[in-house]
């Protein structure tokens, strides 16, 4: 039926609320693997190699005795991170309760995990909530200001709607003091669309799509991107920035509608919310840029996601090094100047 312009609103803020617990219910129902699953991952190398990304941007951006926000941080697989940066208080977010219960577990010790550790050295508050609705600045008065956030391979998921790409926005600079750095990881979209343009096709995912989707979807024996429909004439230009939906599966790890990012869109929406970008860097020119550092190389040979310091993807299989390729990592400095104190 015909529906007026509230119907249409309401339809619209409805199938957002879908999508937003379809993504919670997928990583909610992940569970922990074991130390013996996650090294027979298909994809163990590239998970080792975004655990270096992220651990070069947290050494890279953080100070003794900061205050961390971590949105989106799922089972806290960036806590040991953040312990070995010495940081002083810890605020993790995510929409997912299954994972915000493992990230409990995790920071409170218990034997479940790959590792038992002793406790960590910073208090931290662990919160159940989707970081692109709601207020956070409300939530997290007591806890702010923080000087750094991040939010690593989540911030696409606020790109359905122009609403809650500028409610991402807008919480994480209420929250940051002048100054304050984001970091984040998330899908490249310049690699994407040029992939998508390209028809880059791999028959061996032939039976995982159905055939009808040729031309609108592409990827590796790890990877698969697949377009709605009405996305078939490729012309993004022309339509919103926001809402660009594609479904993305990596083999163990992912399955689940994920949204375009147009770096430059991006990087405009954030100087409305006073931040000033300091790098942005494809997965791999990163890898080339900080491999050029001893620290860097040693850290990559301890996680054993490359071979020894080597500069290319010696471990990692060809399929996984492009699908690395998919990613970018952005740092923002909230303008301003901290306090001297
Ligand atoms: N940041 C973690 C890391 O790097 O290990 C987890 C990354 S995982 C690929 C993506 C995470 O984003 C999931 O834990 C998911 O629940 C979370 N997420 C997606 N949409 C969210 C939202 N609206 N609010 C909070 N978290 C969200």
Redesign the pocket.
Same mark, same amino acid.
């Given at each position: 039926r015909p529906h007026t312009q509230g119907d249409a609103q309401f339809l619209e803020d409805e199938s957002t609320k879908i999508f937003?617990r379809k993504?919670?219910d997928h990583?909610?129902a992940r569970s922990n693997q074991t130390l013996e699953e996650r090294e027979a991952s298909p994809i163990i190398h590239l998970k080792k190699l975004n655990n270096w990304i992220?651990s070069v941007l947290i050494q890279l951006y953080t100070r003794r005795g900061d205050a961390v926000l971590?949105?989106?941080?799922?089972?806290g %697989? *960036?806590l040991i991170k953040w312990d070995k940066a010495k940081i002083g208080y810890y605020v993790g977010?995510?929409?997912?309760e299954g994972?915000i219960k493992d990230c409990r577990t995790r920071y409170n010790g218990d034997a479940d995990h790959h590792q038992r550790r002793k406790k960590f050295s910073f208090p931290a508050r662990l919160l159940c %909530? *989707?970081?692109?609705?709601i207020r956070l600045d409300k939530v997290l008065a007591d806890d702010a200001p923080f000087d750094i956030c991040s939010?690593?391979?989540?911030l696409h998921?606020?790109w359905s709607t122009e609403a809650r790409a500028r409610r991402a926005l807008a919480n994480v600079s209420a929250l940051l003091r002048p100054g304050g750095i984001f970091i984040g990881t998330m899908p490249d979209a310049n690699v994407i669309i040029k992939k998508l343009r390209q028809g880059c096709w791999c028959p061996t995912n032939l039976s995982a799509i159905t055939v009808l989707t040729e031309g609108l979807a592409f990827g590796n024996s790890v990877y698969w991107i697949r377009f709605d429909e009405e996305f078939s004439d490729k012309k993004f230009k022309s339509s919103s920035p926001f809402g660009i939906k594609y479904t993305f599966h990596l083999e163990d790890a992912?399955d689940c509608p994920e949204w375009i990012v147009p770096f430059q869109v991006f990087q405009k929406l954030a100087e409305e919310y006073d931040f000033e970008l300091v790098f942005a860097k494809n997965s791999h020119e990163f890898v080339h840029e900080y491999m050029k550092k001893p620290e860097f190389v040693e850290l990559m040979r301890r996680l054993g996601a490359l071979g020894d310091g080597n500069q290319d993807q010696s471990t990692l299989s060809a399929d996984e090094w492009e699908a690395a390729y998919l990613y970018m990592s952005f740092v923002l400095r909230k303008r301003g100047q901290p306090d001297k104190t």
């Open positions: 937003a993504v919670a990583y909610s992220k971590d949105l989106a941080c799922g089972k %697989g *960036d977010i995510d929409i997912a994972s %909530g *989707d970081c692109y609705e939010c690593q391979f989540a998921y606020s992912v």
